[in-house]
C-alpha cells in the first residue's frame, strides 16, 4: 500500500522544479510559500494560547510570532517563533523563570511558565507533513495556471 503522504529530499523536489523549467526564483519562492504555510498552524495556535493565557502586556509578543523562511541552493529551511528582538522575552513567557535577583540584589520576581508555543508545537506536529503536501499542490496548481 502507497502512503498518502511522501516526504521528498530536497534534491527529488530540485529535479521535479526542474522537469518543469522552473527558474531558480519561482522555485525558491515556492519552496518558501510551501515552508511557511506548513508553520502557519504552529503560529496560529501560539497566537490563540498566549491570547487566552492573559499574558499579553504591550501586544509585542503577540505581533512578533511568525515565521521565517530561508532557501538557498542546496538547502531550505524554516523556523517558527519569535521574528524580532521586540519578542525578545518569548523564552521567559513559554518556560517561566525562577525568583530573580539583579546584582545590586534587587528583586525581580519570578514568571510562570505558560507553555503556550510548546503545546501549540506537540498539537500541530502531525499535521505538518499534510499541510506541505496540500500547500506544495495549491501553490503548484496556481503557478501553472499563471505560467503555462
Do not use: C, W
Not at 490563540?48 to 538547502?75: C, D, E, F, P, Y
Request: hydrophobic share 40%; charged share 25%.
Amino acid at each position: 500500500m502507497q502512503p498518502d503522504v511522501k516526504i521528498l529530499s530536497l534534491k527529488e523536489v530540485d529535479k521535479i522544479f526542474d522537469g518543469l523549467l522552473l527558474t531558480n526564483k519561482e522555485g525558491a519562492g515556492i519552496k518558501r510559500a510551501v515552508l511557511r504555510d506548513s508553520l502557519r498552524g504552529i503560529i496560529k495556535d501560539a497566537k490563540a494560547n498566549l491570547q487566552s493565557s492573559g499574558h499579553i502586556k504591550t501586544g509585542n509578543l503577540l505581533k512578533s510570532l511568525g515565521v521565517i523562511t530561508k532557501v538557498r541552493k542546496g538547502t531550505a529551511y524554516a523556523a517558527a517563533g519569535a521574528r524580532n528582538p521586540k519578542g525578545s522575552h518569548f523564552h521567559l513567557v513559554n518556560s517561566g523563570t525562577d525568583n530573580r535577583t539583579t546584582a545590586t540584589g534587587a528583586n525581580r520576581g519570578s514568571v510562570d511558565p505558560v507553555g503556550f508555543f510548546d503545546s501549540a508545537v506537540i498539537s500541530n506536529m502531525s499535521r505538518i507533513p499534510e499541510a506541505m503536501q496540500a500547500s506544495f499542490e495549491k501553490r503548484m496548481a496556481a503557478f501553472m495556471t499563471k505560467k503555462y
